[in-house]
């Protein structure tokens, strides 16, 4: 940065200053380092103190041409300084003033409570699926790699109702409690659950044994990372060619092959169409792999007379640009 180099600058220019006047005054009068020092900084410094030693008339020239240089040198640092200072803070004000700017205007996006190994990742694939996410930590570290990945955040306690009110809980769509230990994301996920009712929750759990209490809490799902991964790499050994395909559909940079769900909404025009009438395997060559109910009952594989119904959401594998045309017939904007 800019400010930052000229700052740098300041401060060695300062350095020689003083350096090049204790040499002068070594040379010239003879006179020990700490002696010399002293008489360049109180000369520098134009407080007027006597000098330590009687000073020759070299010395005096030389103490002269040192006050004209230096003292300026020495307001310019100055200057510099709580110009450095005084911008920083105003640049760190306006940088949190924008952010809390860009929150305050969030809509149905999602709340990252921890930004730890998980809630980073979390916090990529949401943000590389173009969903809108405000970050929370009380880590003052992990500012400068939240700064770097780009995301919106906050500073603090995710378990405090004024820091969750700031991250606009009451317009999310959904929080993830991702904090470090089970203790804390049941009384997150119990303070998220009182500030809103229809939040959907997802926590973090360590321990077998608080996926119950953070059920009880008001979560709507609870993962453990350890299980998850141990049952991925379970089956990686025995179900390898399916989870080659998993990974390859669930890849966000793949385009050639995608697993998606599309809710349908009241106004979708396949509304009470039959699969077999609905066009969607000769008009966007995809497959229907299954249909979740509203009652959250799963129908696999279903039957080309299967009708759909507004509030399912239809699971379908194809071409990614093919998924997009789909979610823009079944689940069209208002």
């Known amino acids: 940065m800019e400010q930052n180099r000229h700052f740098i600058l300041s401060v060695f220019l300062a350095l020689f200053i003083i350096a090049f006047g204790t040499i002068g005054y070594i040379l010239i009068e003879g ?26 008339r070299a010395g005096r020239l030389y103490t002269i041409i040192l006050i004209i240089f230096g003292a300026g040198t020495f307001i310019y640092v100055g200057t510099a300084l709580m110009q450095f200072v005084v911008e920083g803070q105003i640049r760190i004000v306006l940088g949190r003033r924008r952010l809390d700017s860009k929150i305050k205007r969030l809509k149905n996006h999602y709340i990252i409570c921890g930004y730890g190994r998980i809630g980073r990742v979390l916090a990529y694939k949401l943000k590389n699926s173009s969903f809108d996410i405000v970050v929370i930590d009380n880590d003052s570290e992990k500012v400068a790699f939240m700064e770097e990945d780009k995301v919106l955040y906050l500073t603090g306690s995710a378990t405090d109702e004024t820091v969750l009110l700031k991250a606009g809980i009451k317009k999310a769509a959904g929080l ?34 608080s996926m119950a209490k953070l059920t009880l809490a008001g979560a709507d799902t609870v993962e453990s990372p350890y299980e998850i991964g141990a049952t991925n790499m379970a089956l990686r050994i025995l179900r390898p060619t399916v989870t080659s395909f998993l990974d390859l559909a669930f890849a966000s940079n793949n385009k050639d092959i995608q697993m998606e769900e599309i809710p349908v909404r009241a106004s979708s025009k396949l509304k009470n169409i039959m699969l077999k009438d609905s066009g969607i395997r000769q008009n966007y060559d995809l497959i229907i792999i299954a249909i979740k109910k509203p009652d959250g009952k799963m129908l696999f594989n279903p039957s080309f007379e299967t009708t759909i119904k507004a509030g399912d959401t239809v699971i379908a594998v194809g071409e990614g640009g093919n998924l997009e045309q789909l979610e823009k017939v079944l689940n069209p904007s208002e």
């Open 176 to 209: 993830i409690a991702a904090l470090r230990s089970d203790v804390d994301n049941v009384f997150l996920v119990l303070t998220a659950r009182q500030l809103s009712s229809e939040l959907n929750i997802v926590a973090r759990c360590d321990q077998e044994e």
């Open 31 to 56: 006179w020990n380092i700490l002696d010399a020092l002293y008489m360049t900084i109180i000369t520098l410094a134009t407080v007027g103190f006597k000098e330590v030693h009687e000073i020759s």
